[in-house]
């Protein structure tokens, strides 16, 4: 059937319409829709062709919008079912529990002394004149001197001169000495003849009475014998008081060669207290002279006792090498686990400063004490606490490897208290601490979980943790991420460390 295109397109009533063109009379007031239709343009109540383009594509639109909305709910489905079927894993680093050397450490800082320390002094005032020279050059701390070895001297006239008088009073007493004792020696030979004419004298008074009593002689010549015999014992007499002053004059001239000793002595010890002489065979700690300058006792009488004030008083202060000490103050839980014995490892304090300033561990700092250090032992424990920092005092001595300590240097110690050499290690920082005990995170390689295992703690090293129970050589234990684990989680290795 054929339509009209007026029909589908129907237009409003029509109304008289003014003219386009007054000048032409054949204008109409309106152009009919035929017309309208044969020139291209639309009929009345027709729209455009771009409008109905403009809804095709909106259509499009909504249908594109459609699909991507369905495909994207499938799409988030068909993702929740691949979730549910391969769970998540957590990622760990782990490590292979390994057996080693643990071993338990005490560190703690410490002073350097020593057992057999000489402080020298010269006992005068005076100018330093002589201090030893070494290959050439002066005397310095660190250089090894000799027993008797003269160090250091100061002005000694005075004392020289003492020594010369002392000398000379001396041999002036012993000569007196020798004079009273050659008296005495004449006085005892006086008294030997004295005794000997007594003798005599006595035997021919005895002669002369008999002669008496039998006529032979007169009486006055026993009277003369008589007399002689008398004069004879009083000789005798007057040799004994000679002897007796001879002996007394001897312990005078004794006395006065004791004395004139002493004195020289006495000069001689001055003498000395200007020397400084080395008593033993050492190394000098401390040197704190030089020549020309004065010396004045009184620095060294107002140091005190403390050794640091006293060495940096001390004209010179030597000390046998053999002989250092170090000591230490621990606190009294630490201290309890200290034995006489215990091998130690000691380091001076500026050795090891520039690693401990480029943040070197414990560990670091131990290695460089064994390597670098003195290694000694535990030699006394005090079983008293100071009274001022309420600690144990613990002294190391008998060092059998002895390199760069000095007297009054601060050393770092490190004191081994127990040691394992087959302990089960696992790495510092793998346990899981709560108040119900130690626990560790073991990867079970078959189905790729975690088992949450309570471990027995042994030794606590520097390098690890010693294992008593709990774990075997050889599993592996989380080391990185601990902290987000629980048991029966799955995990995936990550990373993996080198055992212990």
């Not at 020298?120 to 002589?130: P, R, S």
């Not at 010369?164 to 002036?172: F, I, R």
């Not at 613990?394 to 127990?418: A, C, H, M, P, S």
Request: hydrophobic share 40%; glycine share 8%; charged share 25%.
């Amino acid at each position: 059937m054929k339509t009209d295109d007026s029909n589908a397109y129907p237009s409003p009533p029509s109304s008289p319409q003014p003219a386009l063109n007054s000048k032409d009379p054949s204008s109409t007031a309106h152009p009919t829709p035929d017309s309208q239709h044969a020139e291209g343009l639309p009929r009345q109540g027709e729209k455009p062709k771009y409008t109905r383009l403009i809804a095709a594509v909106i259509v499009c639109v909504g249908v594109f919008g459609l699909g991507s909305g369905v495909y994207s709910i499938f799409r988030q489905e068909a993702a929740v079912t691949q979730e549910e079927q391969v769970p998540s894993r957590l990622p760990v680093g782990v490590t292979e529990v390994s057996v080693g050397l643990a071993q338990e450490w005490i560190f703690d800082e410490g002073l350097v002394g020593s057992v057999q320390r000489r402080v020298l002094n010269f006992e005068v005032n005076g100018e330093v004149q002589f201090i030893t020279k070494i290959d050439g050059r002066d005397l310095r701390a660190g250089d090894a001197v000799s027993r008797g070895q003269l160090l250091a001297s100061i002005d000694d006239r005075n004392e020289v001169v003492a020594i010369d008088t002392a000398e000379a009073d001396l041999n002036v007493a012993i000569q007196e000495q020798d004079q009273a004792i050659a008296q005495l020696l004449q006085a005892e030979a006086d008294f030997d003849r004295a005794q000997s004419d007594l003798q005599l004298e006595e035997t021919e008074l005895v002669r002369y009475e008999s002669l008496f009593e039998d006529g032979a002689v007169a009486a006055i010549d026993r009277d003369v014998e008589y007399n002689d015999t008398e004069q004879a014992r009083a000789a005798l007499r007057v040799a004994e008081q000679e002897i007796r002053v001879a002996e007394d004059a001897v312990e005078s001239a004794e006395a006065s060669v004791a004395a004139a000793q002493a004195r020289l002595r006495e000069a001689r010890v001055n003498f000395e207290d200007t020397q400084l002489v080395s008593p033993l065979d050492g190394i000098v700690a401390y040197i704190n002279i030089r020549e020309g300058e004065y010396w004045d006792g009184q620095r060294l009488t107002s140091a005190g006792n403390d050794l640091d004030d006293v060495a940096d008083s001390a004209p010179i202060v030597v000390v046998e090498p053999q002989s250092f000490e170090v000591e230490i103050e621990l606190q009294a839980d630490e201290a309890k686990n200290i034995q006489v014995g215990q091998s130690a490892y000691v380091v001076l304090e500026e050795d090891v400063s520039e690693a401990e300033a480029a943040g070197a561990t414990n560990q670091n700092l131990l290695e460089i004490a064994q390597s670098e250090g003195s290694r000694g032992e535990v030699f006394a424990v005090s079983p008293t606490l100071t009274p001022g920092g309420r600690g144990v005092e613990v002294t190391i001595r008998d060092f059998d490897l002895l390199r760069n300590l000095q007297v009054g240097g601060r050393v770092y110690v490190w004191i081994e208290t127990d040691n394992n050499p087959n302990a089960v290690l696992v790495p510092l920082g793998s346990l899981q601490l709560t108040e119900e005990g130690a626990y560790a995170f073991v990867v079970n390689e078959s189905t790729g979980r975690v088992e949450r295992r309570q471990v027995e703690v042994g030794i606590e090293a520097l390098n690890g943790i010693e294992i008593l129970s709990g774990i075997e050589p050889g599993e592996r234990v989380v080391i990185d991420g601990i902290n987000r684990l629980v048991d029966g989680m799955l995990v995936e290795v990550v990373s993996e460390e080198a055992s212990l």
